[in-house]
């Protein structure tokens, strides 16, 4: 019989006899298949099996999350969980009814108390799964809790808790990422999303009724404009994490900055509304719909911060690792917030400005909030040169929107 290779994916990891290793769950949401049975004759019946059963179908996933306790040392780890999980009531004669995973968690800071760790399990038979996890202690890591415990949230006390040692039942693979898991609310972001749209035209709407600018044709411009940026902004997401799906991957606010105002000056010229006026009536609307799609980034796990044991921190989840974070999304959230209210006085009060420069000074002012942030987020860029260049493509965009404002005929 031919001998079985491991999948390589670059981390150290055990191998019982007999126990396939499945890949390992890479962070934010990006995993690895699992690793392919051996080719030779012996697999043919689990094959068989496999290709007649009901997760041939339906593919199956086992997710779970477990805490550990961050330990005591002087400078951040990085730790490894082992996962070993065994079906429960195995007849034997299906193949892969137990595994052993590894999930590498990077940037761990000691002293910061619980941090939790969601692992996922692909093409596992269905049914129940009864798993435990063993942390593997780093070097110079000093009074760290060995044990690994399953894991609960209080959305009451905002804390871990350790939940009931029971075993986990499969789910269709493709609803994996809606698995419970700590401070997270799958489909929050896209909720919230949908509202802070509405609420930006609504408010854009009402602040253009009280003068003499077509409001019909604006919510047209608006909606045009809406759809041009989140073109954008999948584009922009695309072009940073080129190893992602386009469909399953998400959105770059980045692009939507870029694309939105130059989409906003081409189609209100083209339909003869003012420019600089539309644009200035958006900018209250447009930052508060900030404030609100931050929130949602927050509750489910995107753009997160770096972990970090300042007393500023709040435990939060990258929809992988929960632990204590720089809350970059509520930073970013406030921020928005208080554009909001502040761009909202000057236009509502009749601005002696010229049109379109509070549009611009508040668009200004976001994104040098944005690049302030940005390095302080756990996600990498795929260039440092990302961050520099998206500040000089808004530099020329409000220039661009400011000029086209001014040279408007009236």
Not at 186 to 208: D, E, F, K, N, R
Not at 333 to 341: E, N, R
Not at 347 to 354: E, F, I, Q, R
């Amino acid at each position: 019989m031919g001998r079985r290779r491991a999948a390589k994916d670059g981390r150290t990891r055990a191998r019982a006899p007999g126990i396939p290793v499945l890949g390992p769950l890479a962070p934010n949401s990006a995993r690895r298949a699992p690793a392919s049975l051996p080719s030779d004759s012996t697999t043919q019946p689990v094959k068989d099996h496999l290709a007649k059963g009901p997760e041939a179908a339906e593919p199956q996933a086992v997710v779970g999350s477990f805490w550990f306790d961050s330990g005591q040392g002087s400078a951040s780890y990085t730790a490894t969980v082992r996962f070993t999980g065994r079906r429960v009531g195995s007849r034997g004669h299906v193949s892969r009814d137990t595994f052993v995973q590894d999930e590498t968690i990077e940037g761990v800071v000691p002293g910061t108390g619980p941090v939790s760790i969601t692992t996922s399990v692909h093409g596992v038979p269905a049914g129940a799964w009864a798993v435990t996890g063993a942390l593997i202690r780093p070097a110079g890591l000093r009074r760290a809790a060995h044990a690994v415990h399953p894991a609960a949230w209080s959305w009451r006390r905002w804390a871990v808790a350790t939940g009931p040692e029971a075993p986990l039942r499969t789910r269709w693979a493709l609803l994996a990422p809606l698995a419970r898991q700590p401070a997270v609310i799958p489909g929050i972001y896209t909720v919230l999303g949908v509202l802070s749209i509405i609420l930006a035209v609504a408010v854009q709407s009402a602040i253009l009724g009280r003068g003499d600018v077509p409001v019909n044709r604006s919510l047209l411009a608006s909606g045009l404009t809406i759809l041009f940026g989140l073109i954008g902004a999948k584009a922009w997401y695309a072009v940073l994490h080129p190893g992602e799906s386009i469909i399953r991957g998400g959105w770059a606010v980045d692009g939507f900055l870029i694309v939105f105002p130059i989409v906003a000056a081409v189609i209100l010229a083209t339909l003869d509304l003012p420019v600089g006026a539309v644009l200035d009536a958006a900018a209250p609307g447009v930052f508060f719909a900030v404030a609100i799609g931050r929130i949602g980034c927050f509750l489910t796990g995107c753009c997160a911060g770096r972990c970090t044991a300042s007393r500023w921190s709040i435990w939060s989840s990258d929809r992988r690792v929960g632990a204590r974070r720089i809350p970059t999304q509520l930073l970013e959230s406030g921020a928005g917030l208080l554009l909001g209210v502040v761009t909202m006085v000057i236009v509502l009060a009749g601005s002696p400005l010229a049109p379109g420069v509070v549009f611009v000074v508040g668009y200004a002012g976001y994104t040098a909030v944005r690049q302030v942030l940005l390095p302080l987020r756990v996600e990498r860029r795929a260039s440092a040169r990302t961050v520099p260049l998206t500040a000089v493509a808004a530099v020329v965009v409000a220039f661009v929107v400011a000029t086209v404002s001014v040279v408007q005929p009236t």
